[in-house]
């Protein structure tokens, strides 16, 4: 191209060449980038941010990572309970970080190395908690464990299961029996993870005549063995409970274990308790538990190690069958599941494994004991002293009334009346459970509902002690808690029945039943426009309660008042909450009345006032519009015309009345503003009623804050002497004869009797129109010959 212009010799069409060369190449570049540019855009847009670029250095990842684990800043803590990661928990997480290290080694040492691994963890665990000849099975969830177990008792028993399959199973079905007292959803696992219909579970009840209502009925169990192996089943495993979940209790194991035997079933023993194991004095049922065919335990709790997998150890001899099961594998990954828990164990040691468990017990045991010195307070783990599990709960019975806490209601109850003191009760444990909680976050306490006992509260150190690093002086300050809120429990529990009585006999108010609420009850305002027969929202009666809260919050007592829907419908309630002195619950009730129909009164005045105003506003502008009309009549026509209306008023001005209206609110009515222009003054008009009292009048000292029944006698008093000293004052006055009449009397003297002086009659009239005060002066009255008196000044 550029050897083509040198040989043009016109210069001007060589230089249009040149210019037409680097145009196009300057457009061709641009074009170019611009390409380039969008191919970037539609690569990076489907790439999230993170990933974009050359990647992120490690403090930058590091900083995303601890933002997502504790929040923002400006954001609140969910839970209060913060891990306690010591010396022991670094080695369990060093453990994840080399098991993925290792596994990079080459296949002959890896083989090596897992295996060593596997097989001292597996020792150490079956000497520590004495469990001889037995092998292990490591899995991060805890059912997993029971889930494989399962699978391996099948294999056991339905000896053609491999080839046949569920063929077996149908012609001879297996049944596995769990206790009532077994960990929620425990029975819906096993059913889903072996492919069994839920006939196959028994659940069997606990005992209902004899012995703990949390421990197998051994009998009973027996009965559905027998009735199983009559229906031609085949009774496969029953899962026993070392330490219920709920409440700690241990079954019977060694009853259990000659039941098992007798009939060829599987026994796998599960429970906190296990870990009891490992101390030198253990129970005899708890000891009963190393006999069994299998048991699940998790070390990880116990020992404060976080990330620790779960453990079920078990005895069988067939390494074929436990390979078909799932509990042992040839990979080197499932091997190096034991790895943390082998490295933890190395570096507590025995002692230490020991000490960690013996101070959870001990724990366990200084709540227990300190709190059968509480009044009111009831456990429900008193024959286990062993059990590292203390359950709680309030407790009391009203003088002159039936036990309110009591499992098993009083015969002359009827059974809503025990559904709503049973749900009551529960509101004031879930209550207790929530502060304790608040006050002592190191106590790790858990809120729970029974069935038989309702809600109490449990307190497991040995799940929570090694990881919250709970100490003796917790639990002392523990009970310090539980004992400072009896005394609101108590007299929130006396008060309820009076608040009820108060408000059913209470004009325009109605007592709302929730069972869920723990203070002294709920109310609702009924207004006059409340429809009783739906169960929507209102609207009106919201905005009444909304006024009634800010009401009773400006008063400062020390009841704790919120709103909120009703519990069986969508209608606003005043909740009350819990009392912790002794309230004088007829002021209580008299105020929430007054306040609610002082607030529905007011916002009727409102309303009516506002249509008043409207309609006021109409009638003056029509009012407004006929005076301009008769006042183009009386000036004339002549008078409307800019020039001559300004000519003809300086020869023959017109006197201008100023004529307006005025709306009196107090009345009610439209008014001439014309004796304001002559008067110059407003007059006072019609006097307004006085306006609504809201609360009661009730004589308080100094510091005394509302609803306060102590102090009613010095309250009475202080009304009496005000009233007393009213009638004083009126006393005086009607010896006095009143202001006016004292005044018409001294004026009357004056004159001739009868006929008042000019000037004394200008001050009467003076006098009744307002613009004077009348004068009185008590001590400086006099008295003439006639009898009447007068004002010397």
């Not at 449990?458 to 709970?470: D, E, N, Q």
Request: aromatic share 6%; glycine share 8%.
């Amino acid at each position: 191209m550029d050897a083509t212009l040198e040989k043009i010799a016109d210069p001007t069409l060589a230089e249009m060449g040149k210019n037409l060369k680097e145009a196009m190449k300057m457009l061709e570049d641009s074009q170019r980038r611009t390409e380039e540019e969008n191919g970037k855009k539609l690569v990076s847009g489907d790439i999230p941010g993170p990933l974009q670029g050359s990647g992120q250095d490690m403090v930058s990842i590091l900083q995303l990572v601890q933002n997502l684990m504790h929040g923002d800043e400006d954001e609140e803590p969910q839970s209060p309970r913060i891990q306690n990661i010591g010396e022991q928990g670094h080695m369990a997480l060093l453990g994840h970080s080399l098991g993925a290290y290792i596994s990079t080694l080459d296949k002959e040492k890896l083989r090596k190395l897992t295996t060593r691994i596997l097989s001292d963890t597996t020792l150490w665990l079956c000497r520590i908690f004495r469990y001889e000849n037995g092998c292990a099975y490591f899995h991060e969830e805890e059912r997993e464990g029971l889930a494989k177990i399962c699978r391996l008792a099948i294999h056991s028993r339905y000896e053609d299961f491999v080839v046949d399959g569920f063929n077996v199973l149908y012609n001879k079905k297996p049944v596995i029996y769990l206790s009532a007292a077994a960990r929620p959803g425990l029975g819906q696992y096993l059913c889903n993870q072996l492919g069994l219909p839920f006939p196959c579970l028994c659940r069997v009840p606990c005992n209902t005549m004899f012995g703990s209502q949390h421990q197998m009925d051994v009998a009973f169990l027996e009965k559905l063995i027998k009735d199983d192996v009559e229906r031609g089943r085949l009774p496969l495993l029953l899962v026993a409970n070392a330490g219920t979940a709920a409440v700690g209790h241990t079954d019977k194991i060694g009853r259990l274990k000659e039941l098992c035997e007798q009939y060829g079933i599987w026994l796998h023993v599960e429970g906190v308790n296990l870990a009891t194991l490992a101390l030198g004095y253990v129970s005899s049922s708890v000891l009963a538990a190393t006999k069994c065919d299998s048991m699940t335990m998790t070390p990880g709790p116990w020992l404060g190690l976080p990330a620790v997998p779960a453990v079920t150890l078990y005895k069988h001899d067939d390494p074929a069958l436990t390979l078909v099961a799932g509990l042992t594998s040839n990979k080197p990954a499932d091997k190096l599941r034991a790895l943390p828990l082998w490295l933890s164990l190395q570096y507590l040691g025995l002692d230490g494994i020991v000490e960690r468990i013996k101070h959870a017990c001990q724990l366990s045991q200084r709540l227990q004991e300190s709190l059968k010195k509480v009044n009111y307070i009831k456990i429900l783990v008193e024959d286990e002293l062993s059990s590292p599990v203390v359950v709680f709960r309030f407790f009391r019975e009203l003088p002159g009334s039936d036990p309110v806490f009591k499992a098993v209601p009083a015969p002359n109850m009827t059974p809503s009346a025990v559904g709503r003191e049973r749900h009551s009760c529960d509101a004031l444990n879930r209550w207790l459970g929530e502060q304790l909680k608040q006050l002592v976050p190191a106590s790790g306490l858990t809120v729970m509902d029974l069935e038989a006992d309702g809600t109490c509260v449990r307190f497991s150190p040995l799940m929570t002690a090694a990881v919250l690093g709970t100490r003796g002086e917790d639990v002392d300050q523990l009970v310090a808690c539980i004992q400072s809120k009896l005394p609101v429990l108590s007299c929130t529990l006396q008060l309820r029945e009076e608040f009820k009585q108060e408000v059913e006999g209470t004009a325009g108010l109605l007592y709302v039943d929730d069972p869920n609420w723990p203070g002294i009850g709920v109310v609702r305002y009924e207004h006059a426009n409340d429809d009783k027969s739906t169960l929507k929202s209102d609207p009106e009666g919201e905005k009444i309660h909304a006024g009634l809260l800010k009401k009773l919050n400006e008063l400062e007592s020390d009841l704790t008042f919120k709103i909120g829907p009703e519990y069986k419908s969508m209608k606003s309630c005043l909740y009350v909450g819990m009392a912790s002195d002794d309230i004088d619950v007829v002021e209580l009730v008299e105020t929430i009345a007054a306040t609610a129909r002082e607030i529905e009164e007011n916002s009727r005045l409102l309303e009516n006032m506002t249509e008043v105003v409207r309609k006021g506003i109409q009638e003056a502008q029509v009012e407004l519009q006929k005076a301009n009309e008769e006042r183009l009549l009386e000036e004339g026509v002549l008078r409307q015309i800019p020039v001559v209306g300004s000519v003809l008023n300086w020869f023959s001005p017109v006197q201008p009345l100023q004529k307006g209206r005025t709306f009196n609110l107090t009345a009610g009515s439209l008014e001439s503003t014309e004796p304001i222009y002559v008067y110059k003054a407003q007059g006072a008009g019609v006097t307004p009623p006085p306006t609504p009292s809201g609360t009661r009048t009730k004589q308080r000292l100094p510091g005394q804050k509302p609803f306060k029944r102590s102090l009613r006698g010095s309250d009475a008093l202080s009304e009496t002497s005000s009233v007393s000293h009213i009638e004083d004052l009126e006393k005086v006055e009607h010896l006095s004869g009143g202001p006016e009449q004292m005044t018409l009397e001294a004026s009357s003297t004056e004159g001739h009797p009868g006929a008042p002086s000019p000037r004394h009659a200008d001050q009467t009239e003076a006098l009744k129109k307002g613009a004077l005060r009348p004068e009185v002066d008590y001590p400086q009255e006099s008295s003439r010959e006639d009898g009447s008196r007068f004002s010397s000044a």
